[in-house]
């Protein structure tokens, strides 16, 4: 009897689940979307301006995470708190 | 594409500068941006602490603008922002386990020398229940569509599109067609992952 490896198989399926999503043509994504898709295109804008805006105070204030651990979409890099171990 | 005539650091044999992202960034078309949601909504779906898409997604631009994450040359930059958001929750995932052993470990002296070693991944049963809920959450996406079940099947277990077909009886139209459902319920996914 073969052996269930689940983590295998959620890796295999959520990379396969990606690269159909990449490979989505523009029609599709505005039919799914509708109007929606300006809206969802400012959020994901503006969700990137914000981490710009991140790194540049990172960078203005000397702060160099490199390594760090993830935080919240517009928390503020602390330099001790979110250190990775 | 155009290239970027400003640089910050001096691209790699490995990949690109961070000025070279970060114009690529700018450039995303509308439906670009829509799909790079769509990716970050599904490698965050089930992450525990309330990190979410936008976190993930946020988390993945920092990065690659600091220079941490190197665009390899060749790879589009959308399936390098999705290796990037994909790595920060593998990232997650093993923080949260590790602070988990921690606190265990705490109670249990004879486990701290165990806790600093590499996770095994094989005896983390917590580890393999994640992976299990995961896999569900995705065959219920798609429980209404029996032949996109059979496709989740085939790909999970390593199979590519030829054999798919031949392994479960599925024409190749009828795969396409399938394929063209899923990725459109992928698409259409707006909600967190975590309430279907």
Same mark, same amino acid.
């Given at each position: 009897?073969?052996?269930?490896?689940?983590?295998?198989?959620?890796?295999?399926?959520?990379?396969?689940?990606?690269?159909?999503?990449?490979?989505?043509?523009?029609?599709?994504?505005?039919?799914?979307?509708?109007?929606?898709?300006?809206?969802?295109?400012?959020?994901?804008?503006?969700?990137?301006?914000?981490?710009?805006?991140?790194?540049?105070?990172?960078?203005?204030?000397?702060?160099?995470?490199?390594?760090?651990?993830?935080?919240?979409?517009?928390?503020?890099?602390?330099?001790?708190?979110?250190?990775?171990? | 594409?155009?290239?970027?005539?400003?640089?910050?650091?001096?691209?790699?044999?490995?990949?690109?500068?961070?000025?070279?992202?970060?114009?690529?960034?700018?450039?995303?078309?509308?439906?670009?941006?829509?799909?790079?949601?769509?990716?970050?909504?599904?490698?965050?779906?089930?992450?525990?602490?309330?990190?979410?898409?936008?976190?993930?997604?946020?988390?993945?631009?920092?990065?690659?603008?600091?220079?941490?994450?190197?665009?390899?040359? *060749?790879? %589009?930059?959308?399936?390098?922002?999705?290796?990037?958001?994909?790595?920060?929750?593998?990232?997650?995932?093993?923080?949260?386990?590790?602070?988990?052993?921690?606190?265990?470990?705490?109670?249990?002296? /004879?486990?701290?020398? /165990? /806790?600093?070693? %590499?996770?095994?991944?094989? /005896?983390?049963?917590?580890?393999?229940?994640?992976?299990?809920?995961?896999?569900?959450?995705?065959?219920?996406?798609?429980?209404?569509? %029996?032949?996109?079940?059979?496709?989740?099947? *085939?790909?999970?277990?390593?199979?590519?599109?030829?054999?798919?077909?031949?392994?479960?009886?599925?024409?190749?139209?009828?795969?396409?067609?399938?394929?063209?459902?899923?990725?459109?319920?992928?698409?259409?996914?707006?909600?967190?992952?975590?309430?279907?």
């Amino acid at each position: 009897m073969t052996r269930w490896h689940p983590r295998l198989e959620l890796a295999r399926l959520l990379e396969a689940l990606s690269e159909d999503i990449i490979a989505a043509t523009d029609e599709e994504v505005r039919q799914m979307h509708g109007r929606a898709v300006a809206s969802t295109a400012r959020e994901v804008k503006q969700l990137i301006k914000a981490a710009r805006a991140d790194r540049e105070r990172g960078e203005m204030t000397g702060l160099d995470e490199r390594g760090a651990g993830p935080r919240l979409a517009g928390a503020p890099r602390r330099p001790s708190h979110h250190q990775r171990h | 594409m155009e290239r970027s005539t400003v640089t910050s650091g001096v691209a790699t044999a490995a990949g690109r500068t961070a000025a070279d992202a970060a114009c690529a960034i700018e450039a995303l078309s509308e439906t670009d941006l829509a799909r790079l949601k769509a990716l970050a909504q599904l490698w965050s779906r089930g992450l525990p602490g309330g990190f979410g898409w936008a976190d993930v997604l946020h988390e993945a631009i920092v990065r690659v603008l600091d220079g941490s994450r190197v665009w390899p040359f *060749g790879v %589009p930059i959308l399936a390098f922002l999705s290796g990037v958001m994909r790595s920060i929750c593998d990232d997650y995932w093993r923080r949260v386990r590790h602070e988990q052993r921690l606190l265990v470990s705490r109670d249990d002296q /004879s486990r701290r020398g /165990s /806790s600093a070693d %590499p996770v095994d991944e094989v /005896s983390d049963p917590e580890r393999v229940a994640v992976a299990v809920a995961g896999l569900a959450e995705i065959f219920r996406l798609f429980a209404g569509d %029996p032949v996109a079940l059979k496709i989740i099947d *085939g790909m999970a277990n390593g199979l590519v599109a030829k054999d798919i077909c031949s392994a479960y009886g599925i024409s190749a139209l009828d795969y396409d067609t399938a394929r063209r459902r899923m990725r459109r319920t992928l698409l259409r996914l707006q909600r967190n992952w975590s309430e279907l």
